[in-house]
Every structure is written in C-alpha cells, then in structure tokens.
C-alpha cells in the first residue's frame, strides 16, 4: 500500500491538514504526518517538528523562546531540505503534499525540491498563480492556487483541497510500469527558438546513432535545471550549443541561469560539445518592460511577451571571457565549436541582428582566453542553424563519448 507524507504547520494549520489527511486515508492510502511549525502542534504527529530541527543541530525549543518567525522560517526550512529526502530515501512514503501560505510554502518546497524528480509533490499555496520559480526551483514541484487563504474549512477551500489529494493519491496508486523498449544513453542539450533547426538535426542525429536526448529550453530554468541532472549523472554528454542565458546574465535580462551555468559539465568530467547559440540577444518581456537604459538598442519584437535585445561589441568581449573562463575549468572532454557566419536564425545576412563585428569579437576573445590544452577548438564557416554544423556537432559529441 502506497504512503503519502502530509506536510505542514500543525501548530497553525492543523485543520485543513487533517481533512487531506483524511482524504487520502478514505482513499485506502496510508499517511505519514509531517510538522514544521515552530510552536506547540494542536495535534501530534508522525514526525515532530522538534526532530526535524534536530536534522540540522537546531534546539527548536530555543528557537520557539525567540518568537522571531523568519528565523524559525529560515531554519526549519534548512532543516526540512535535510530531513524530508532522508525519510523518502528511507522508503517512508512515495509522494508528498502540503499547503499553506507564503510561510508555509517557504517550509516545504526546500524539502520538496531535494526530492528525487518524478516523485509526486504538491504544494496548495497561496502564492501559487503568481511567479513560484523561489519555490519550484528546478524541480517538479505542482503548485496548485488555494484560491482562497489557507485559513479554515469552508465551500471553496474543502473542494480545493479534495482536488489536490485526489491529484496526488492518483499519482502514487495509479502509476504503470514505464514503457521503455530499450533504455538508452542519455545527452542533455540546449535549444532557443533562433537555434532549433540546429538542434533538431543534430538530435535526429544523434538519436538514429542510439542516444536519447534530452533537450532543455535554455530560458533561464532550462539551463538551470539541466545543470542539476547534469551534476546527479544522468547524461554521458552534453550538447550546449545554446548558450544564451549567459547574455541575459551579464546584462540583466529575464532568462538568466546563474552564474555557475557552464560549469557542471566540466566538474563531471561529462564529455560535451559547447556552441554560442544565441548570444547574439538578451531577453526582456513586452516591449514596454525594457529598461529606460536599453530603449535606444536594437530590439526585435520577438512576439507580444518577448522582446529581444542585440549584444554589443563590449558585451561579446565579456561574454567570450567568461564562456573561456568556465570551459577552462573542465576537467573532462570538451570541444569549443564556433559557427562563423552567426549565431542563431537572426544572426545571419538580412535579418535584424546580423552582426559580423560584435561576432568576431565574440569569437576573438574567445580564442584568446580558451585553454587549448582543456579544449579543443572547432571553427566552421556555418551559421549554427546550418545542416554541416549540426551533424558535425553531433559526431563530434560521439567521438569524446566514446573516447574517440
């Protein structure tokens, strides 16, 4: 029988708690209860609050004596990120649940988002129809909008609730045998709408020679959480011909993926094949959401919610030390590829971003700052969306596979 963890603050929401609760349990699923309230539960559980301090060496009667709420927030969410992956692994329960607002969102989803991908997770919140990317992170996390607060039983937030249980029950007690007629390597790569004609031939590409790949959107949580599976071991390589996000990072566009992106490939020692898909543009929302600063620059109305942005000579300059300085570090195979006649769809003659100069001085700087010894350059006379480039991408990606 199937076991569902019910997580949250007993100590305020132990009512509505208890109805999913009981939800599930009248569904013929067991309940594990977790409390990460600070103070005195109305209701005991399963697993104690106190205990989960504990997970991170924290005396939660000490901190409950403080009556200082982000504080407990801060430390029993550190704590719940520790103890709630541990319980899973210790085969606990199969699928997690809670609700709450913006407290006891900030609670759970730590917990949640240390869980393994594909275990289910629902979080009833609040503050779930609004931007939940601090909370979701990288992971698979459902956020279902509790239309309204958390705060008692009543017509509205009862049948909200049902629903959220009746999700989750069917995701732990319904679940098929996956249908997989062989289980194949697995390549991760990245992909923008201005780089998908590459990135499609060299997928095709590579699946005919017996890959399964894995293609991220590189918009920020793309890259971002391809850099986690890329640290966990899912992928005997990488294809990062898609590299934008670094753009939006140094100028402070919407679509940023941290400054640690291009770096875990190279720690895995994962072989990969990196391109500079797209570094020809930042990315805004509606044309009147770019900054004042930026209004005089080449924008190109991608579509009503996305305005695009052509990087500078001085931006190339940066962004072709900084993708050197990150490949520098890698301590595994890893091939630089550079498309000389542009970078997406957009880059090439006759459209709006087509920059042969801030080009050259993307690939410039590139070559200067690149270690040849770590990394080896390619350098051909494509744009990046072009047949030849692509399938040379891909057999090149094999070959440090394979060890070629």
Not at 8 to 37: A, P
Not at 106 to 120: D, E, F
Not at 219 to 246: A, H, S
Not at 393 to 403: S, V
Request: contains cysteine; hydrophobic residues 45%.
């Amino acid at each position: 029988m199937k076991t569902i963890a019910v997580a949250g603050t007993y100590d305020s929401k132990k009512v509505e708690l208890m109805f999913v609760k009981d939800v599930l349990e009248s569904l013929g699923i067991n309940t594990i209860t977790i409390n990460c309230g600070v103070f005195q539960p109305m209701v005991s559980t399963d697993i104690k609050s106190i205990d989960i301090a504990a997970e991170i060496g924290e005396d939660l009667r000490e901190i409950a004596a403080k009556k200082d709420r982000a504080l407990g927030t801060e430390v029993m969410a550190k704590a719940m990120e520790r103890a709630i992956p541990r319980l899973y692994a210790e085969g606990r329960f199969d699928g997690i649940i809670s609700l709450g607002g913006t407290g006891g969102t900030s609670l759970v989803t730590p917990g949640m988002r240390a869980l393994p991908i594909g275990v289910p997770k629902v979080m009833v919140s609040t503050v779930a129809s609004g931007n939940v990317s601090q909370y979701v992170g990288t992971s698979d996390i459902i956020m279902v909008p509790s239309i309204v607060d958390v705060s008692g039983l009543n017509s509205i937030s009862t049948r909200i609730f049902k629903n959220a249980a009746l999700a989750i029950a069917g995701m732990v007690s319904l679940e098929n045998e996956e249908k997989v007629l062989d289980k194949k390597p697995l390549i991760a790569a990245t992909m923008f709408g201005v780089t998908t004609p590459g990135v499609n031939k060299a997928r095709e590409y590579l699946e005919e020679h017996g890959y399964e790949v894995l293609v991220f959107h590189a918009t920020g949580t793309g890259g971002k959480t391809m850099e986690r599976l890329i640290e966990e071991g899912y992928f005997v390589g990488v294809l990062d011909l898609t590299t934008t996000e670094w753009c939006d990072e140094l100028v402070g566009g919407v679509l940023a993926a941290g400054p640690t992106r291009l770096e875990a490939a190279g720690k895995a020692k994962t072989p990969q094949v990196v391109s500079v898909g797209a570094l020809d543009m930042v990315n805004f929302g509606p044309i009147d959401t770019v900054p004042e600063e930026f209004k005089g620059r080449n924008l190109y109305k991608h579509n009503p919610t996305v305005t695009l942005m052509r990087t500078t000579v001085e931006e190339n300059m940066q962004l072709g030390e900084i993708i050197a300085e990150k490949l520098n570090m890698s301590q595994g195979p890893t091939a630089l590829m550079l498309p000389l006649k542009g970078v997406s769809m957009i880059d090439a003659e006759g459209q709006p971003f087509f920059g042969p100069v801030e080009d050259q001085v993307l690939f410039d700087a590139l070559k200067k700052n690149i270690d040849r010894i770590k990394v080896e350059l390619i350098e051909m006379d494509n744009n990046i969306n072009d047949e030849e480039f692509a399938l040379a991408a891909a057999m090149k990606l094999i070959d440090l596979i394979e060890g070629r």
